[in-house]
């Protein structure tokens, strides 16, 4: 049981490339998330997606775009990257929403943005 | 809007002694609260989580939390820790409809 899987785990840019951050999960939940987490910062929600075909904006959402076209996928992607993006990317899931359910954390995603 | 506060960035302790990581939140409805764990290299895992009932509550590694509700905190206790208990530890809040919110983590680093 794989849990939840993000790939790539590392990538390196260059200021203004595109790329896009993959999460699937095996365990049929319908809450699914992007986080990020830099130092001293904690974990900031970027978006996420309460069930197939459905998106909304989290706390840090600007420079990032995400698509939920399977229920076991959920897509983020980063049009122009800057700088100010590097940091770990963490893709979550949760059968219940998570103000009451536990989240599952993908590894992360290193990205570094010259 | 909601905030949490985890009052220590790092935490050094020796094997075997007794550890405190502190966390205050500020909410004036009831609130859900949480603590996951990091270890190096891997995404987080719940560790424990208060809703409602016995405002002590336990892991099963050894960890207890606390809701104290007139001082806003939910501090994580063991009374004993092992190396393998060195990771970043988050502590987490939300209340009914709200999104969780994540304090900045404290690092436990225990040594030998």
């Known amino acids: 049981n794989a849990g939840v899987t993000q790939t790539p785990k590392f990538r390196v840019l260059k200021t203004g490339q595109s790329m896009t951050l993959l999460c699937a999960q095996d365990?049929?939940?319908?809450?699914m998330y992007w986080y990020r987490q830099d130092p001293g910062m904690g974990l900031r929600l970027i978006h996420y997606?309460?069930?197939?075909?459905?998106?909304a904006k989290g706390e840090v959402p600007d420079g990032y775009n995400v698509s939920r076209l399977k229920k076991q996928n959920f897509l983020l992607g980063l049009e122009s990257a800057a700088p100010s993006q590097t940091s770990v990317y963490f893709c979550?899931?949760?059968?219940?929403?998570?103000?009451?359910?536990?989240?599952?954390f993908g590894e992360g995603s290193r990205l570094t943005v010259l | 809007a909601q905030s949490v506060t985890q009052l220590d960035s790092q935490v050094p302790v020796f094997e075997e002694a007794p550890v405190e990581l502190r966390c205050n939140y500020s909410?004036?409805?009831?609130?859900?609260l949480f603590w996951y764990v990091q270890y190096p290299n891997q995404g987080l895992q719940l560790l424990l989580k208060?809703?409602?009932?016995?405002?002590l509550v336990e892991s099963i590694n050894g960890f207890e939390a606390e809701f104290n509700k007139s001082q806003t905190s939910f501090h994580l206790r063991k009374p004993s820790v092992h190396i393998s208990d060195t990771a970043e530890y988050f502590c987490?809040?939300?209340?009914?409809?709200?999104?969780?919110?994540f304090g900045q983590g404290t690092e436990l680093s225990v040594k030998p």
């Open positions: 997606s309460v069930g197939e075909g459905t998106t």
């Open positions: 365990m049929n939940h319908e809450y």
């Open positions: 208060y809703l409602s009932g016995s405002t």
């Open positions: 909410s004036s409805v009831s609130v859900y």
């Open positions: 979550a899931s949760s059968y219940l929403a998570e103000n009451t359910g536990e989240l599952f």
């Open positions: 987490a809040v939300t209340n009914q409809g709200g999104k969780l919110i």
